[in-house]
């Protein structure tokens, strides 16, 4: 059957069109076709446009709703802000000193809260005023610009800081803090203007424009509070175990006012480690400071409890008519430590619950985050610290009236008036140290340095109490080394033990 001309000009047609057709492309490894490769600057224009763009993070050193509020004679306060105030909320100015300008790229705005951590320095602070000397802009990419401007800065300086601005380059009096290095946030005044205010982590060395910080190992501030301070912390922990560790192995001092000691030596120390470990909070979040916290005061606490008992162990057994003292009492001492577990279980859960759910700002509903523990939380545990020295005061009196009362006394009254001179000077040397620590907490630099100086001092002053007495270290060094010591001095006198308290007679001018 013969074809017409039109049949042949279409099947023409179909042979050029599937020629033109693009070879088609396998995603399978395994399908034996040949993938499509695009040039490579193509791949890559249209990897970089998938890519999301990273934020950009602005540290705010309040919460999302607060704003620092000056108060007079006290550091400012981070406060709910009122309905006639707005929070300060970041304003970007672009590196040519236009306001108001987006951030770059479009990229969303991050906000991180709360003050920033400077490590071994306290942030300084910046205030910007009308008239004042310190200038700062938000870059778009998150950066904080700091101006220092001449003490003649006139109305126009705005215009003056910015005209010398090179691509690539600050411009002169200046310096960049990079997103982490500061918090921004408004401080309402005492006189009721609002200012803005930057925290900001100064580098060390000095920088162009002469307002750089000290280098950390010039400064006083420095060395005292993140060198000596953590050595002298070192110091107490290692006191407070050689009285622990004294109490638990001499068989003569493992009585129940010897465990009583050893328990709150060991309390103590706890809360010379947590405390150590709040000294380097600044440096990163390795921890939780908030926890470390709670731990320190209740250890502090379960110290001060343990102090308390043994004021109650003396007062009672003066008080007996029948006295008798065993080397150990076990059973007393499990109940000692089920009031001082169930004490310190009691006040710190209140403590925590109040610090999370009580201690907020006025008219917040939000339950509180911060890193270190609030004040009514540290009062609940100053309460419960409190009450324990107003009655070791009735123990200390009742028991001093009771001794002047007695005409004659016995080894074993010998040996509790020995543990009641003990209990005086330790309860002495904690509530002093107490004290300043409660001084401290207005956080006044000089009375925070004599908190450490008198914090640094008290293990020492433990361990002279309760080993540097004649009768504890005779059988100290009779059980530890007796005639093998190599220095003669270490060695115990020949002192021969007719009872257990036979050696402290002969060892002790009573």
């Known amino acids: 059957m013969a074809k017409s001309p039109g049949a042949y000009a279409l099947l023409a047609a179909a042979f050029v069109t599937v020629a033109l057709l693009p070879a088609p492309t396998s995603t399978d490894e395994g399908g034996g076709g040949e993938k499509s490769r695009l040039p490579e600057a193509i791949v890559q224009h249209e990897k970089d446009a998938a890519a999301p763009i990273p934020p950009v993070v602005v540290h705010k050193c309040c919460g999302a709703d607060e704003l620092l509020v000056a108060q007079p004679k006290a550091p400012a306060r981070c406060m709910e802000a009122d309905n006639d105030t707005a929070p300060w909320v970041p304003v970007f100015t672009s590196e040519k000193g236009e306001t108001d300008v987006p951030s770059a790229k479009g990229a969303r705005v991050e906000m991180a809260y709360g003050m920033i951590k400077c490590g ?42 910015w005209a010398d601005y090179d691509e690539g380059r600050a411009p002169k009096r200046s310096y960049d803090f990079e997103p982490g290095t500061y918090c921004m946030d408004k401080v309402r005044q005492t006189t009721g203007n609002e200012v803005l205010f930057a925290a900001l982590c100064a580098p060390d060395g000095d920088h162009e424009g002469g307002w750089g910080a000290v280098g950390r190992w010039g400064s006083a501030d420095f060395v005292l509070r993140m060198v000596v301070d953590p050595m002298l912390h070192a110091l107490a922990i290692a006191c407070l175990l050689i009285v622990a560790v004294a109490h638990f192995v001499v068989p003569q001092l493992r009585d ?37 916290d709670i731990l320190l005061y209740g250890a502090l606490m379960t110290a001060f409890i343990w102090l308390n008992v043994m004021g109650y162990y003396v007062w009672k057994t003066f008080r007996s008519r029948n006295v008798y003292i065993r080397i150990t009492d076990g059973r007393k001492y499990c109940y000692y430590s089920l009031y001082v577990i169930l004490f310190t279980a009691v006040f710190t859960s209140l403590a925590a619950f109040s610090h999370f759910f009580l201690d907020m700002s006025p008219g917040s509903t939000k339950p509180k985050t911060s890193s270190e523990l609030g004040w009514l939380g540290k009062a609940i545990f100053s309460t419960a610290i409190a009450f ?29 008036k020995f543990s009641f001179k003990m209990f005086i000077k330790l309860f002495l040397v904690m509530a002093i140290t107490w004290m300043f620590l409660l001084l401290s907490w207005f956080r006044y630099d000089a009375l925070q340095y004599v908190y450490i100086a008198i914090n640094g001092i008290q293990c020492p002053l433990i361990l002279y109490i309760c080993i540097c007495q004649r009768r504890v270290l005779f059988l100290v060094k009779k059980y530890c080394c007796f005639t093998g010591c190599l220095c003669s001095c270490c060695r115990p006198d020949d002192i021969q033990e007719s009872s257990e308290w036979g050696e402290e007679m002969a060892s002790m001018n009573t």
């Not at 306290?122 to 990419?141: I, R, T």
């Not at 465990?259 to 470990?277: E, F, G, P």
């Not at 070791?392 to 009742?398: A, Q």
């Open 388 to 416: 324990t020295i107003l009655v070791n005061i009735y123990f200390f009196i009742t028991t001093r009236q009771t001794i002047n009362k007695m005409s004659s006394y016995g080894r074993i009254h010998q040996k509790m």
């Open 256 to 292: 129940l006012a010897g465990n009583i000691v050893s328990s709150m030596c060991v309390s103590l120390a706890v809360a010379y480690a947590a405390d150590t470990v709040k000294i380097f909070q600044g440096f990163a979040e390795h921890v939780n400071f908030l926890a470390a």
């Open 120 to 161: 071994a320095h306290p942030p300084w602070p910046v205030y910007q005023y009308a008239g004042s000397q310190d200038e700062l802009a938000l870059l778009p990419d998150g950066r904080l610009r700091h101006f220092t401007l001449p003490p003649h800065v006139q109305e126009n300086h705005q215009h003056d800081i």
